[in-house]
């Protein structure tokens, strides 16, 4: 299968605000000496989950999410994809009689 992305790997690159962008987003150290080369390096790993949505590619790989333009091939941004965890939607708290009557509480948790 075609992947124009990977097909061009090395027309990728970032703008001067993007490379501080992705610095922050990801927060990479100063051991990452050209941001391009790493997210370059990312993508093209075996594992990475690439698909493309409208005028982006979008490249998920190890906890990270890279944005690309799908016709420029310029990285716009990257964000590390953190679990949300549910919200607490209802609460009901019922006293059941039992024979050690102690209350218990039942927490849903609607979506």
């Not at 097909?7 to 391009?36: A, C, Y």
């Not at 990257?78 to 019922?94: D, G, N, V």
Request: glycine fraction near 4%; proline fraction near 3%.
């Amino acid at each position: 299968m075609k992947n124009e992305l990977l097909e061009n790997i090395e027309k990728l690159h970032t703008t001067p605000m993007g490379i501080d962008r992705i610095r922050r987003n990801l927060r990479l150290g100063d051991d990452v000496k050209d941001v391009v080369v790493w997210c370059r390096q990312k993508i093209l790993a075996t594992d990475a989950i690439i698909t493309r949505q409208g005028k982006n590619w979008y490249v998920k790989i190890d906890g990270c999410e890279f944005t690309v333009n799908a016709y420029s091939f310029t990285i716009i941004t990257t964000h590390t994809m953190i679990k949300k965890k549910a919200k607490i939607k209802h609460c009901i708290y019922l006293k059941v009689s039992r024979p050690t009557s102690i209350p218990f509480l039942i927490v849903l948790t609607i979506a």
